[in-house]
């Protein structure tokens, strides 16, 4: 036997429909589709960490797990693999061994902005302002990490196009801290007052924007003014 991992999939709860496009998010159960995934004992490894999937959401073509936030992944690439431990011996003296493991799956974690708030500063030349940003983010940046924050303006005065800003995390806010962080903070400058969506990129993972009752983007959106 030989579990073989042929794509991934996601769902927000158990009551989501599944989707193969949608982002990936803390929380989100992940699926594994492909074959001869069932086995006594088998488990799912995302890096380091070994995942213990319950016994009713394993089937030969298809295995699901929950991503916990306790896990602490980063945002951004892992690769998932199913391990089936082989068992030889009769208990008390039965030992496990790794047994078989199946291919490397890849998929990307995105960041999701949690809430958000803006203090703006003078216009310095009468079309232009400076704000300060403040994002929650989940999962936390650890250090190292690079983080880039995304506006996108929205509903422009007539005859104005939408313009787009990027600014980065200052390395200086890990300063003298070796743990993750939660709150980001930016300093924009030279920005058109506005709305904006927001979106934040980790290690080039991208937070998602969502849909209305329209069905065009309009969150998490912000107004700086």
């Not at 794509?7 to 982002?23: F, G, H, L, W, Y």
């Amino acid at each position: 036997r030989s579990p073989t991992i042929q794509k991934i999939v996601s769902q927000r709860s158990e009551s989501d429909p599944i989707s193969e496009n949608r982002s990936i998010l803390v929380n989100d159960f992940l699926i594994l589709k492909g074959n001869q995934l069932k086995s006594p004992g088998v488990l799912v490894k995302i890096g380091d960490l070994e995942i213990i999937p319950d016994e009713t959401d394993v089937r030969e073509n298809q295995l699901r797990f929950q991503l916990l936030e306790t896990y602490v992944l980063k945002a951004g690439i892992h690769g998932v693999q199913v391990i089936q431990p082989l068992r030889v011996g009769i208990l008390p003296e039965e030992r496990e061994f790794k047994g078989a493991s199946s291919n490397l799956q890849a998929f990307v974690l995105s960041p999701e902005i949690l809430n958000s708030g803006v203090t703006t500063g003078v216009i310095s030349d009468g079309n232009h302002i400076s704000a300060d940003i403040e994002i929650e983010v989940r999962p936390h940046v650890h250090p190292g990490q690079r983080v880039v924050l995304l506006l996108n303006q929205i509903d422009p005065d007539s005859g104005t196009d939408p313009v787009s800003y990027s600014f980065p995390l200052s390395a200086s806010i890990f300063e003298g801290a070796d743990d993750p962080i939660g709150i980001l903070y930016f300093e924009a400058n030279r920005i058109r007052p506005g709305s904006y969506l927001l979106r934040i990129q980790v290690d080039g993972a991208v937070s998602p924007l969502f849909t209305g009752t329209a069905r065009e983007f309009d969150s998490p959106q912000m107004d700086i003014l």
